[in-house]
């Protein structure tokens, strides 16, 4: 099974594409941890992609679906397939993708669409603190963790991403709503898409996926 999973910023993507990749075996491939994961590191990818998302503009097209073409040439074939979470986001992104897998048992198969009213958004993300040792997801409003700043599960400092603030996330916004929409409307458009109401406790929102994926 091959999934996008597509949504707002704050929508539940990166929380809920743990628990996919987990249950059904996937290889994950998050756009956003790639290009963080780079800068971090300060190699060419990061310094091509510093400034885009540290502002929450999109990464140029071509610098981002080169990056997706090299994972899907290394995935470990032991899995049942991918999770792409923050790809595509454009519909040039949709479409590159397409002539590359197209015809392959590379094919995307179902597009799930986190749905999220967007005021609920903003509290989400800038509420959200990330453990940087084992990638588990807090928010001081809604899932705080039992001590301020330390991960519950390894005691790492939590931090907060630089795009994680008022000014990117009203950018981050509003490339949604003008270039990523319109791609979960292509998808639409084939018959795709499995929309997920994605402002309800977690515990509701996950039989919805699993249902969606099995
Ligand atoms: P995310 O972690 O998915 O919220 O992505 C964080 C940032 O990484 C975005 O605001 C963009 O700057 C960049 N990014 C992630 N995925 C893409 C993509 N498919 N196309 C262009 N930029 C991306």
Redesign the pocket.
């Known amino acids: 099974m091959n999934i996008f999973i597509m949504g707002a ?1 704050g929508s539940g ?2 929380t809920f594409s743990s628990r996919i990749k987990e249950e059904f075996n996937l290889n994950h491939i ?7 994961e780079n800068i971090s590191k300060g190699t060419p990818l990061g310094l091509k ?1 510093k400034e ?10 071509e ?2 679906n080169a990056m ?1 073409a090299d994972y899907l040439k290394n995935l470990p074939d032991q899995k049942n397939g991918y999770l792409l ?6 519909l040039d ?1 949709a479409k590159a993708f397409e002539e590359m897998t197209n015809g392959t048992d590379q094919a995307v198969n179902l597009i799930l669409s986190m749905d999220v009213p967007t005021e609920v958004l903003t509290k989400r993300i800038t509420g959200r603190r990330t453990c940087k040792n084992c990638g588990e997801i807090f928010n001081i409003y809604y899932k705080a963790p039992a001590q301020e700043g330390i991960c519950d599960h390894c005691g790492s400092p939590l931090s907060q ?1 630089k ?1 994680d603030n008022e000014e ?1 996330l009203k ?2 916004l509003d ?1 949604y709503f003008k270039n990523t929409a319109p791609v979960i409307a292509h998808y639409e458009d084939l018959g795709m898409v499995t929309h997920i109401n994605a402002d309800q406790e977690m515990d509701a929102i996950w039989p919805l996926i699993k249902e969606a994926i099995q």
């Open positions: 910023p993507k990166g998050s756009t956003g941890d790639i290009f963080r992609a885009y998302t540290e502002s929450g503009r999109l990464v140029p097209d610098v981002t997706v979470d923050g790809y595509p986001r454009t992104q991403r795009d990117s950018t981050r490339e």
